[in-house]
């Protein structure tokens, strides 16, 4: 395992590399965790980001609301369908996807907060009393904490601006809602590398991966989900049969970076299978759109734009593919899941974890 003085060198480079405003990471390996921290909590102020510092985690809520549905309901058909992203939703309503993309695997908030809807006892008090509670998660919780990290939202080609109104609905929190620290991400994180094996269990494939109930799932045993929302990009990743766990938390839209640098770095994932860009299969060049999501694939290019689904505020994603699949349907960059990209039948592209019809 890295030594603290390395790990610390290693999230100040991936810091200085992306010029985000903060960073925290903890590493739990080899029977021991460390910790480390670089930059401020709000741009403009001298508060420094400590490894204790509270992040919005966004979508890694969502395992910890698959763990509350098992602790309290257990997983029938349906919730296996709703936690694993196959009850054929839309990103953020309940309705049906588009003909194009019935029977793909797409991701959606809707179905995490239907699936805490089902639950006997209020979604907030059961996540408290049935997993935050027991694990010892202190840090861990909905209502906004004292002294957080605030989230960034890009300005301009390199510079950063706080987002100014960060209140995340209560209906959403199923979805994203909760706030953590780096420590607690890790306790956490070694509760599931010794047990809630069946939240573990692939439901379906999609992107070069297998998606279980709130969890990736890859080749090697690695359980990993990233978040992205309001200005703060967020990974918990694991590997149970090596008790290993990485949290890393940035307060930033180009969070995403620092987070691929922290994990190239500290080598808990196997090298890239395709580090160079290609081309995108020939005949799927186009725009492809679904509610307020429109991407345009061009050659090697994709362009994501879609609003923050807390904030309102325009984001727009750009990045080239690289080839990672058999074949030539499959596209990934970089290391983790958030950039990845697949057209699973004609007319259809999975951008952004979403099966998106051709728009033109």
């Known amino acids: 395992m890295k030594s603290r003085f390395l790990l610390e060198e290693t999230v100040r480079a991936a810091r200085g590399r992306t010029r985000i405003p903060g960073i925290a990471v903890a590493l739990h390996a080899d029977g021991e965790t460390q910790m480390a921290a670089a930059g401020v909590r709000e741009l403009g102020r001298d508060e420094p980001v400590e490894p204790s510092t509270p992040f919005r985690i966004a979508s890694v809520?969502?395992?910890?609301?698959?763990?509350?549905?098992?602790?309290l309901g257990g997983?029938?058909?349906r919730r296996r369908a709703l936690l694993s992203h196959t009850a054929g939703y839309r990103p953020e309503a309940a309705e049906p996807l588009p003909e194009a993309c019935r029977g793909l695997w797409s991701y959606s908030n809707a179905g995490y907060r239907e699936a805490a809807a089902s639950l006997a006892v209020p979604f907030e008090q059961g996540m408290r009393e049935r997993v935050l509670e027991p694990l010892g998660l202190e840090a861990t919780g909905f209502d906004e904490p004292s002294a957080p990290a605030?989230?960034?939202v890009q300005q301009g080609e390199t510079g950063h601006r706080a987002v100014p109104v960060d209140a995340y609905p209560p209906a959403r929190r199923p979805g994203g809602g909760l706030w953590s620290t780096v420590g607690d991400l890790v306790r956490y994180?070694?509760?599931h590398c010794r047990g809630y094996g069946e939240l573990h269990e692939p439901q379906a494939e999609a992107l070069g991966a297998q998606y279980a109930c709130g969890w990736w799932v890859r080749d090697g045993g690695v359980l990993d989900h990233e978040g992205s929302v309001a200005g703060y990009q967020s990974l918990l990743l694991l590997v149970p049969a090596q008790e290993l766990v990485l949290a890393v938390l940035t307060n930033s839209w180009r969070g995403s970076g620092a987070v691929r640098r922290i994990v190239e770095a500290l080598g808990v994932l196997p090298p890239s299978d395709g580090a160079a860009a290609a081309r995108a299969p020939a005949g799927v060049d186009g725009r492809y759109a679904l509610d307020a999501i429109e991407v345009a694939v061009s050659g090697h290019e994709i362009v994501e734009r879609e609003p923050d689904p807390v904030t309102g505020t325009p984001i727009e994603r750009r990045y080239r593919v690289s080839p990672v699949m058999d074949?030539?349907?499959?596209?990934?960059?970089g290391v983790l899941m958030g950039h990845r990209i697949d057209f699973p039948r004609d007319g259809v592209a999975r951008v952004g974890w979403t099966?998106?019809?051709?728009?033109g």
């Open 189 to 191: 994180g070694l509760a």
């Open 75 to 77: 997983l029938d058909a």
């Open 355 to 359: 099966a998106l019809p051709r728009a």
């Open 61 to 71: 809520t969502k395992s910890f609301t698959a763990t509350l549905v098992y602790e």
């Open 150 to 152: 605030r989230g960034h």
């Open 327 to 333: 074949g030539v349907v499959g596209f990934a960059r």
